[in-house]
């Protein structure tokens, strides 16, 4: 009887949605109404784009979820994280805070040479429309790299320690400077820094290999976007549907589960250069946006803006269903530098929506990076289950979630399930990691903070919204 209730309790707190406190039982199989089906087309329910299909994935976390959420309560407890030390991008913009607040040494005092300033603009064609902001972001930043970094006065190593930085702290970036020359690693790159300290704002240098640049890439973010955009307006689109191999098995490619370009044969159409299954082919990705060009009994010709050419698709790879005809709102995800752009046209214009840190797939042995590529904004799930790659049992889920390509999702800080009396209990979600926006650390998905990952799960329309993966 109590086996009958604690099934019952699962399935009717996932149909409700996100309560807290969800039970599950601890063993090697699923519940028996969590096994997936093969549909026989894809399942989605038109009012409000919310999937009801299966709701079991792979291992999400590249790295074990416990170890950012230890580096979450030591940055938290040494006062690191965004909201302690970035000069949010509004406040620079007001020139709140100008170079007449630095009480560091003038570089032209110094004579030390400015090779590069940071100074990321958005482009002239999008408007800055904000309806997210929880967190402070800056255009430009440095990522710390190593732990107990030393920030200086003077570009100089016999200078003042004016601050500690912490591995992962992000620190508003001003310029890049040619300073003392360090012959153990061979360069005399230094960067300028500032940052928030007790509503002050502080100014120091940090040595060139203990950081890493960051900025959000507008420019290239909106060309990827008028490139869709132009696409879209031009051709019947469509996209690459074969989540979980639902809709059949791509043939081996010479032997191998993966081509020449380094994509898998799982989740992934053959393209071929004929249309015939006698042709030389390679593989295309489930949710990959394409253009219809033509099609015959068998096979639509198509295009992508993944790669060059044109190839012949078998037609049951290819979907219709809530096929872009107007694109109105698009996530763009630069992989290089762990961050994102939402992007929705309004009269005609693209505006900005928000920009927030991000993090995206490891390449690693039971991992996978964020692939490259054009992308439709496939399904929702408000969560799914992921299971721990090495003992195949449920290990906790991801709220939020936004599919786009196979089993990749954007989504938000992932709960791994606390094991009380032998049952696994939802310790209810996390908003916030520290690790969001630093190196590539989840399994092929997008992480968000959970609130912003809720603020596109609510924005995003299926059917007029695309997700773009940029480097």
């Known amino acids: 009887m109590k086996k009958i209730i604690a099934i019952l309790v699962v399935l009717l707190l996932f149909i409700s949605g996100c ?18 089906t093969v549909p026989q087309q894809d399942t989605q329910n038109s009012e409000d784009n919310v999937y009801v ?14 170890k950012d959420e230890k580096l979450t309560r030591e940055a938290e407890g040494k006062h690191k994280t965004e909201e302690d030390v970035l000069v949010p991008q509004e406040e620079i913009e007001e020139e709140k805070y100008s170079e007449e607040d630095d009480k560091s040494p003038k570089l032209s005092e110094e004579k030390y040479e400015v090779l590069q300033t940071f100074n990321t603009q958005l482009p002239k064609s999008i408007d800055s429309y904000i309806q997210y902001d929880k967190y402070p972001t800056s255009y430009n930043y440095l990522l710390v790299l190593y732990s ?31 300073g003392q020359y360090l012959e153990k690693y061979k360069s005399d790159i230094w960067y300028k820094v500032f940052w928030k300290e007790d509503e002050e704002i502080k100014y120091g240098y940090i040595f060139g290999v203990l950081g890493e640049p960051r900025k959000f890439q507008f420019e290239k973010m909106v060309e990827s976007i008028e490139r869709l955009k132009n696409e879209v307006e031009n051709n019947k689109t469509a996209y690459i549907t074969n989540y979980k191999n639902w809709h059949g098995t791509a043939p081996l490619y010479k032997g191998k589960t993966e081509d020449n370009y380094g994509i898998q ?4 159409a053959p393209a071929y250069i004929e249309p015939s299954t006698d042709s030389e082919f390679r593989y295309i990705q489930d949710g990959v946006l394409v253009s219809i060009l033509d099609k015959n009994e068998k096979f639509y010709k198509i295009r992508t803006l993944n790669f060059e050419g044109e190839y012949w698709v078998p037609k049951n790879f ?33 505006n900005l929506i928000s920009y927030v840190f991000a993090t995206t797939g490891e390449k690693s042995k039971y991992k996978q990076p964020t692939d490259l590529g054009y992308f439709m904004a496939i399904q929702r799930r408000p969560k799914f289950l992921y299971l721990d790659d090495i003992t195949r049992e449920i290990s906790g889920y991801a709220p939020y979630a936004i599919r786009f390509n196979g089993g990749a999702y954007i989504h938000g800080v992932p709960v791994e399930f606390e094991i009380v009396d032998g049952e696994k209990v939802d310790p209810g979600m996390q908003e916030y990691l520290y690790t969001i926006g630093t190196v590539p650390r989840s399994h092929k998905c997008v992480r968000n903070y959970t609130s912003h990952a809720k603020f596109l799960y609510d924005w995003i329309e299926i059917g007029k919204s695309a997700v773009i993966v940029i480097e």
């Open 318 to 350: 290819i979907s219709f269903a809530n096929s872009i005809e107007e694109l109105r709102k698009v996530i763009v995800v630069d992989r290089k530098n762990q961050n994102e752009g939402v992007f929705e046209y309004k009269d005609g214009k693209l």
């Open 19 to 36: 309560k807290s406190k969800e039970v599950f039982r601890v063993d090697n199989t699923l519940i028996e109404t969590e096994q997936e």
């Open 53 to 66: 299909g299966g709701s079991i994935e792979e291992d999400i976390n590249a790295v074990d979820i416990k």
């Open 265 to 268: 044969r799982y989740q992934s």
């Open 148 to 178: 107990n970094i030393n920030i200086r006065e003077k570009p100089t190593t016999e200078s003042d320690v004016v601050k500690k930085a912490f591995i992962f702290e992000k620190i508003n970036l001003a310029e890049k400077v040619k």
